[in-house]
């Protein structure tokens, strides 16, 4: 006998609730990106390369549902209140503003009966977080760098006293 096993429910809407509780926790500001198509419901006048940056914070939403199949809420779009739906499966990932800690997912393929019977197009790579160095994870200069530096925002003798701005790259 062949056992077959349960069918498992994505570990997508639960990981987005984390990292939105996680933002919630440490009074960062949720964002959402998600990769537009029909199934969503979003203004789409604010779309960009079938794309859009949503912010799910309690400040900029009301009536927020991170439900298991759709993020669902109210929102504020150039002072004009819009509903706002999302299918769990078109969220690509959920970062906060403050430094882009977050998590990004593979989209998910749904095709309608039209979408079935036509040839399987490309599908654009989700987008990569990357986060900033930190000062622990930044590289120190060695003793001879440093004095080399030094030598070289060397001023002469009666410049002004004021600071001056250097441009690391």
Excluded: H
């Amino acid at each position: 006998m062949v056992s077959q096993s349960p069918v498992v429910s994505s570990t997508r809407p639960y990981m987005v609730r984390a990292m939105y509780d996680w933002c919630v926790d440490n009074q960062l500001t949720p964002f959402i990106v998600v990769a537009v198509d029909a199934s969503v419901r979003v203004p789409t006048e604010f779309v960009r390369d079938n794309e859009i940056v949503l912010n799910i914070s309690m400040g900029a939403t009301s009536s927020l549902v991170l439900g298991n199949d759709y993020i669902d809420f109210k929102a504020r779009f150039g002072g004009v209140a819009r509903d706002i739906s999302v299918p769990m499966g078109r969220v690509s990932a959920i970062y906060a503003r403050e430094n882009g800690q977050g998590m990004t997912f593979p989209l998910e393929v749904t095709a309608t009966k039209s979408e079935a019977s036509s040839p399987a197009q490309p599908v654009t790579p989700a987008p990569v977080l990357s986060g900033v160095q930190t000062t622990t994870a930044a590289k120190k200069p060695t003793a001879a760098q440093a004095l080399e530096d030094t030598r070289a925002d060397a001023k002469p003798a009666g410049s002004s006293p004021r600071p001056a701005l250097t441009r690391i790259k």
